[in-house]
């Protein structure tokens, strides 16, 4: 059996807290998108990255890999997931006015077909539903290059 390794590096979580000061959370998210800002480590970890940006839309993309794989052969659930809930994440933040403490306080997941290596590079979209003062509701869907659906879902963020 051949070894398989994975190394990879990623900045300072932290780090983007001295940015805050003085832009809008879709401001944060652009500069992320764009380069400007270091993407979170979990992106760095499961290999995702922030494509595209808009007050209330964020766009997620990923090539599925060996190394999202559980024993079954398919990509692992987690993997979807996580895109759905940083896209709706995300999608909430470009809708403040000032970043603001908030959390995921509800994620529902639907899988309609296996994501695998041979699924090519997929889109994560996440859109805000609603962005009230404390409760906010958002969707996501994951789609291969041709459109087709591999899994959608719905969060509640809770702002703190």
Known sequence: MADRTRTYSW??????????AG????????????????????????????VEVERG?????CQPAEFHYNPIG?????????????AMGLAF??????????????????????LTVETGLVRCTGTVIHAGRRVATTEARVED???RLYAHGTSTILVL
């Open 11 to 20: 900045d300072d979580p932290f780090a983007l807290s001295e940015h805050l």
């Open 23 to 50: 832009r809008s959370g879709l401001e944060l998210m652009q500069a992320m998108a764009s380069g400007e800002l270091p993407a979170p480590p979990i992106a760095h970890t499961l290999g995702f990255r922030l």
């Open 57 to 61: 839309r964020a766009v997620f993309e």
């Open 74 to 86: 398919t990509v692992h659930a987690g993997l979807p997931t996580t895109l759905m809930d940083s």
């Open 93 to 114: 933040v470009t809708t403040l006015e000032q970043p603001v403490p908030w959390t995921t306080l509800e994620l529902k997941a639907n899988f309609t077909r296996a």
């Open 145 to 147: 290059a041709e459109g």
